[in-house]
């Protein structure tokens, strides 16, 4: 016997919403028709075991899916109201509202710890009449990075340690100003410490941003996390709000998932 | 005790040894044999031609008649104005068709007969090249035998080295490079510009040095295409006859009188030296992006 479920609390308003989201590499179908609302300034954690298609799922927000030679997608993504996949759509354009973080920290290595923040703006001609000065304090401090690197900003943006590197991508990424910022497994190259900046850090983010954060950290995913989408072989098994889905599951697949059972 | 094979003699001999030993001095056999004989040659060389270079020798012009005086001046402006246009022609050619190749172009089945094709062509001899360049720009566009067509005959030949080069150099800056200019919003063109040409720079230039350091020793081509082995005068335009130093050694080394060995031994001197002073510059250029790189 089922309870019944507690009066819905406002529903929070929805910044992604993903329908029957299809991708491919080659002939290989890596996601098999996705649906998916994200809600704005919300951290969404999607979960599961490696290969299930998550990472894929979030480069398909932003099209960076399609860069890859023989990838290709169908289905809908909205953002606010507008599909990312319509034909006037320009994916440069998409991305400046849409930024994304790597798994792996990659700073440009042609550049200063400054040029680095400034990158974003400076590449797309965006300055306009802000100060450098000024976005790139704000953006390092968004970042949680400004005490470690005020005193050194022209010295290489490779010169700083691993964990340092991600969350210098980060104030990267927030520097042009996104929307939404995707998060494809950020911590999995840093050590405990690094990570525990970088999720202290996701959790003022959140204020101001739509979060969408890959990882196979389960820990992760109930520490930062609203909700959580649970994927498995391509498809969304089960998508909730972070505490349901780790206290009471509603798939046999999502709780031998959490519990360790296989992934 | 625990059951299974004795423990190893640590203070044994392991096997190969011998063949490792032997191996490495075939290897280091391989190393002095041709330097030794690279040392020899250019010793030769120089023993007989440093002295007979001077200003004069730099400056003049040849004379057919006494090896003692004139010099190879319009040689070695021939030679100046063809490895400039040569690399105004090729660089900006090569280096453009590398970038799209690599940043644009789709990896299809004509991209894969491109690549096939570039790299054939980077091993067609020069001489073919001379013909191409007689038939495309002496004949048909009426360049006549000019430096101009000299010069372009030379890019073209060079194009496919170029080429190559330019795109191992491009391959070299890692894909999430690429994803993270382009995850800000930054255009093809604008990734290209800022995040892979400044990285890339260095190897390009690696492969340019290659190509012009090739192109200022051919000779062949350039017969075919018309350069005169004999002239008094340095270009003065793109429409002038011209020489090159190579034609010009290859001149003194054919004249039956044996004294005039001096003067190919002090041009391949000078040669050399200038191949040297522009390989320099090259190098330097690259130390110089380098260290902007961290």
Redesign the interface.
């Known amino acids: 016997m089922t309870l019944p479920s507690p009066p819905p609390t406002t529903e929070p308003a929805m910044k992604i919403r993903v329908s029957g989201l299809k991708a491919w590499f080659g002939t290989h179908e890596v996601l098999k028709g996705i649906d998916l609302p994200i809600p704005a300034r919300e951290v969404t954690a999607i979960i599961g075991p490696s290969g299930c298609g998550k990472s894929t799922f979030i480069r398909c927000l ?1 099209r ?1 899916h399609e ?1 890859v ?1 023989g990838a290709r997608s169908e289905g809908q993504v909205l953002l606010d109201d507008t599909d990312v996949y319509a034909p006037e759509v320009d994916p ?5 509202r849409v ?2 973080v ?1 798994q ?1 920290p ?5 550049m200063s710890i400054r040029e680095n923040v400034l ?2 703006l ?3 001609k965006r300055m306009g009449g802000r100060k450098p000065a000024e976005v790139c304090e704000k953006a390092l401090r968004q970042a949680a990075l400004w005490d470690e690197v005020k005193d050194k900003l022209d010295k ?1 943006g ?2 700083l340690s691993g964990g340092q590197q991600q969350r210098l ?1 980060i104030a ?2 927030l520097a ?1 100003d996104p929307e939404v910022v995707l998060m494809d497994e950020p911590c999995s190259a840093l050590d405990p410490i690094a990570t525990a900046r970088i999720e202290d850090l996701l959790h003022d983010l959140r204020r101001d941003y739509t979060i969408i954060i890959v990882t196979h950290n389960l820990q992760q995913a109930t520490r930062v996390s609203n909700r959580t989408g649970f994927f498995l072989q391509g498809e969304l098994v089960e998508f909730d709000l972070t505490d349901k889905i780790f206290t009471s599951p509603q798939d046999r697949r999502t709780e031998d998932y959490i519990t360790g059972k296989f992934g | 005790m625990k059951p299974g094979p004795p423990p190893i003699d640590i203070s044994g001999r392991r096997e190969g040894v011998w063949f490792e030993r032997g191996f490495v001095w075939v290897c280091r056999v391989a190393i002095v044999l041709p330097l030794v004989t690279l040392v020899w040659l250019l010793g030769g060389v120089i023993a007989r031609g440093l002295g007979r270079i001077d200003l004069g020798f730099l400056l003049d012009a040849p004379s057919q008649l006494d090896a003692t005086t004139g010099g190879i001046w319009p040689a070695l402006m021939g030679s100046l104005w063809l490895i400039v246009i040569t690399a105004a022609v090729s660089l900006p050619v090569g280096v453009g068709a590398a970038l799209y190749l690599e940043e644009y172009g789709k990896r299809t089945r004509l991209g894969t007969v491109v690549e096939i094709a570039i790299a054939n062509l980077a091993g067609v001899p020069s001489i073919i090249y001379g013909m191409l360049g007689l038939g495309l720009f002496v004949r048909w566009m009426a360049l006549g035998e000019t430096v101009i067509a000299g010069a372009l005959t030379l890019a073209l030949l060079v194009l496919p080295v170029v080429i190559m080069s330019s795109r191992e150099a491009l391959r070299t800056v890692k894909d999430s490079l690429r994803e993270a200019a382009l995850g800000l919003g930054a255009t093809r063109w604008q990734t290209t510009r800022h995040v892979v040409l400044p990285m890339a720079i260095p190897g390009i230039l690696t492969g340019a040095i290659l190509a012009i350091s090739r192109a200022i020793g051919e000779t062949a081509p350039l017969v075919v295409v018309g350069a005169v082995a004999f002239i008094l005068y340095a270009p003065d335009g793109l429409d002038a006859e011209y020489t090159a130093l190579p034609m010009q050694i290859f001149q003194w080394t054919s004249n039956p009188r044996r004294e005039f060995l001096t003067n190919a031994a002090a041009g391949i001197v000078v040669l050399m030296f200038t191949l040297f002073l522009l390989n320099s510059i090259a190098i330097l250029l690259r130390n110089r992006f380098q260290k902007r790189m961290y």
Do not use: D, E, H, I
């Open positions: 932003n960076m860069l030679t440069v354009l998409l991305r400046r930024g994304m790597f792996k990659n700073p440009f290595p042609s990158a974003g400076r590449l797309t290489p490779t010169s991508c990267r990424t042009v």
